[in-house]
């Protein structure tokens, strides 16, 4: 039978421009939210982290923005770069010994 | 530091075979985790130790799955029997507990089964 994959969703930018990934959350108990950027080949590398009680966290060239009562968080990066072409994932963890749960992700096409 | 190291990057098994990946944490972590991501079902989660203890293995998917971390420098994953199902890549990451929510991923064990 035909096989069936996740169909990650694309962001195709133009190199020098601003990108936003989306993601959308639905367990209320995450106190910590992450991102996590996967070049082809590798694995997962931490970006930054933003913690519940927070709305906003900058990093190099990143920004976090955590809407609770949305339920939605977005990384936004700035004067995108061919190197940033990866899949950027977020995640979320309740604490304690810091298990981790991954999203889909969000694949990053940077036209140059 | 030379970061998580796997072993080995790429394994190639016939099914009913045992196969078991190693992996060496970042030294002086104290939380090791082992994932698998495919195609169909994304990053998951299988099993993490705190301190060498295993804490949640509830995303171990079957008893053919088993894990362990004898010593803070070292861990397991076995396959057995193995089945074409299982192919995928293996991740393991280590973190310090009590810090961020850093984790230092490998590069990973691309596990195919025929």
């Known amino acids: 039978g035909e096989s069936v994959g996740l169909h990650l969703p694309t962001l195709s930018v133009q190199e020098g421009d601003n990108s936003i990934i989306n993601c959308a959350y639905s367990n209320s108990a995450s106190d910590y939210f992450i991102w996590y950027k996967q070049e082809s080949g590798k694995g997962p590398q931490f970006i930054i982290d933003i913690r519940s009680n927070m709305d906003k966290r900058q990093g190099q060239r990143v920004t976090v923005l955590l809407n609770k009562t949305v339920k939605h968080l977005s990384l936004q990066i700035a004067a995108t770069q061919p190197g940033d072409s990866a899949v950027y994932f977020c995640?979320?963890?309740?604490?304690?010994?810091?298990?981790?749960?991954f999203g889909i992700g969000t694949k990053l096409q940077v036209i140059p | 530091d030379a970061g998580v190291i796997q072993s080995p990057r790429h394994e190639v098994t016939e099914m009913g075979q045992e196969v078991t990946l190693r992996c060496k944490p970042i030294?002086?972590?104290?939380?090791l985790f082992w994932y698998r991501q495919t195609m169909m079902r994304g990053l998951e989660l299988l099993i993490y130790f705190n301190n060498n203890v295993p804490i949640d293995d509830s995303g171990m998917p079957e008893d053919r799955f088993s894990a362990k971390m004898p010593n803070a420098s070292f861990s397991t994953l076995k396959i057995q029997p193995s089945e074409p199902r299982d192919s995928a890549v293996y991740f393991c990451a280590s973190s310090l507990a009590g810090g961020s929510y850093e984790q230092y991923f490998g590069p990973g064990t691309r596990l195919t089964v025929t």
């Open positions: 030294s002086g972590h104290n939380s």
């Open positions: 995640a979320g963890s309740p604490g304690g010994y810091q298990k981790v749960t």
